[in-house]
């Protein structure tokens, strides 16, 4: 089993920033990818970012230039940084891991509310 937990959201104005984290742990934990998504009120779940063991990185049109992920293998972290919010980044944010076994872990969410 693994757990995963995140942190860091909160309540900014439009073009501040703010640092997601992501924390993976459990038994014998190997994660492979790990991505962020987001799901603001009334739609569906989106994939924001992501990123691979080895450091690929995928980021979500509506997201590039603006957020940048990363991650800290050795402590099965990842983090999210995100600037120049705009209101409509306004959501609850999830960490997703994928374990190398197999299996999607998630976290329970971070809300991120970006103020005009």
């Known amino acids: 089993q693994v757990q995963v937990v995140e942190s860091g959201g909160g309540l900014v104005q439009a073009g501040g920033s703010l640092r997601l984290s992501c924390a993976a742990s459990?038994?014998?934990?190997?994660?492979?990818?790990m991505a962020w998504y987001r799901q603001a009120p009334g739609k569906q779940r989106e994939l924001v970012a992501s990123i691979t063991r080895r450091g690929s990185t995928y980021y979500a049109d509506s997201v590039k230039g603006r957020f940048t992920t990363s991650r800290d293998n050795a402590r099965n972290m990842a983090y999210l940084q995100m600037n120049s919010l705009k209101p409509e980044d306004t959501a609850v944010y999830y960490c997703?891991?994928?374990?190398?076994?197999?299996?999607?872990?998630w976290g329970q969410g971070t809300q991120v509310t970006v103020s005009s």
């Open positions: 997703a891991a994928d374990h190398i076994m197999g299996g999607k872990f």
């Open positions: 459990g038994n014998s934990v190997s994660i492979n990818a």
